[in-house]
């Protein structure tokens, strides 16, 4: 089982196995757009410094970076330092001119000093040496959003158009992006947008591989609680229009996420920023660590090629060492490709099965039935297996067999009866291999 990111490194061995469990993602993203969000109590609460050091982590190995700052609750202790109220229109807040004023100075000061953090150099700490340039400017143009149902929202806007020449020209030359909710309009003025307007905006004109929101909650939970780490976009709008209370962030970021995979971002993630490096958990492993938020599956069940080969052995390797499988050559199973299907996550071979079909007896064999190990408690084998049926059935085959040593039950509880050795095939029979004694199960299809 790869190690991710969150599981202690005990040994050599466990830290040579998470540095190659990683390097797939290393490679994948070099070069890559990242649009990130975080909201000012980030900074507020002093939790940005470990921040800085993941995001020049990520810069470090060529990841390009746009960054999206919030400013809420210095806001409104600028405002209440004023003596000013808050106004708030159906969620949105009013922003008039003292109010403005107040906006101005506070994200002005958050971004200096989130600049500040991100220029740390310290030495012995994971910013030694580094050379995080920040780039920022006028790349927002917004409009004021105008009179909701007879209020005037004044100086309150929305994104009208992102600079991406100008963006693309920073990142280029190896700077980070610092972005903050203020857009600017033709004439002059200055309006006060939300962070998650501005940063899925900004992912959606990038065409950004990925939009990440840190958040106050772990990500999106089903109604018992449980964590759902993956979703279709069509599953995230079934979560919003279930009737249930969901925490504030979740309705405010989940529409978000929507938006930007349905215009072509291809991944948006919602992590928690109460986890120190909760970043790099959900962005270098399998499993992550927040909820990830998807166009359509990312699970294609597929025939395998020939250039499948170093995938399936990857996975038949470790079952074959344990005695599960019967150990197959490359040259075997290069010539018995045509056999096999794969199971892709997010292009990652996961699982794969071979079957062998005996048509004179009705029969096929289901062979090389693999899943890797940390993504055995998500159904694939199911899947697999079911696939195989459809596929022995389209083949007017009645019934399918497996010989196994070691996973009797599994097929058990997916209606195969135990048989002896009589029941398979007469050439199946005849290469049947007593010493190995596997167990004979048959299912009726």
């Known amino acids: 089982m790869p190690i991710t990111t969150s599981a202690p ?3 050599s061995t466990d830290f040579v196995a998470w540095f190659r469990s990683v390097a797939p993602y290393i490679n994948a993203f070099r070069g890559r757009t990242f649009v990130i969000a975080f909201g000012g109590e980030v900074v507020a609460d002093g939790k940005f410094v470990e921040l800085t050091h993941d995001f020049n982590l990520l810069a470090s190995l060529g990841i390009r ?3 999206v700052h919030g400013a809420r609750p210095q806001i409104e202790q600028h405002l209440a330092k004023n003596k000013l109220e808050g106004t708030y229109h159906h969620g949105i807040r009013l922003t008039d001119a003292e109010t403005m004023q107040c906006v101005k100075e506070a994200v002005g000061r958050v971004r200096v000093e989130i600049e500040a953090l991100l220029s740390m150099g310290l030495a012995n700490s994971p910013m030694a040496n580094a050379d995080i340039r920040v780039a920022g400017g006028n790349f927002i143009t917004a409009q004021p959003i105008g009179v909701i149902n007879g209020v005037d929202l004044q100086h309150t806007g929305s994104v009208r158009k992102v600079d991406i020449d100008a963006l693309n020209d920073r990142m280029e030359f190896g700077e980070v992006v610092l972005l903050s909710p203020l857009g600017y309009s033709p004439t002059g003025e200055v309006f006060n947008v939300t962070l998650e307007d501005v940063a899925t905006a900004t992912a959606i004109a990038l065409d950004a591989d990925k939009l990440l929101f840190l958040m106050d909650t772990d990500g999106v939970q089903d109604a018992k609680g449980k964590l759902l780490k993956e979703l279709t976009v069509a599953q995230a709008q079934e979560v919003l229009s279930a009737k249930r209370k969901l925490p504030d962030d979740v309705t405010l970021f989940l529409p978000c996420a929507i938006r930007a995979c349905e215009a072509g971002v291809a991944r948006t993630h919602l992590i928690s920023r109460h986890t120190d490096g909760a970043m790099l958990q ?5 499993e992550g660590i927040g909820t990830m938020v998807v166009e359509s599956t990312l699970n294609t069940l597929r025939d395998a090629s020939i250039e499948d080969v170093g995938g399936i052995l990857k996975l038949l390797r470790p079952l074959e060492e344990e005695g599960i499988l019967v150990r197959r050559s490359r040259e075997l199973l290069e010539q018995e490709i045509d056999r096999f299907v794969v199971l892709e996550h997010d292009h990652r071979i996961v699982g794969c099965a071979a079957l062998y ?3 004179d007896e009705a029969a096929a064999e289901l062979a090389c039935l693999a899943v890797e190990a940390q993504s055995r408690d998500r159904g694939y084998g199911e899947a697999i ?19 196994t040593t070691r996973t009797a039950h599994w097929f058990i509880e997916r209606g195969f009866v135990e048989s002896g050795v009589s029941a398979l095939p007469a ?5 049947y291999n007593y010493q190995r004694k596997s167990k004979v199960f048959v299912r009726k299809i």
């Open 427 to 431: 050439q199946k029979k005849s290469l």
């Open 65 to 67: 970076l746009v960054l």
């Open 385 to 403: 297996l079911n696939h195989m049926i459809d596929v022995a059935k389209s083949q007017k085959l009645k019934k399918l067999f497996v010989l």
């Open 357 to 359: 079909p005996f048509p």
């Open 282 to 286: 959900e962005l270098f492993s399998d």
């Open 9 to 11: 490194i005990t040994t």
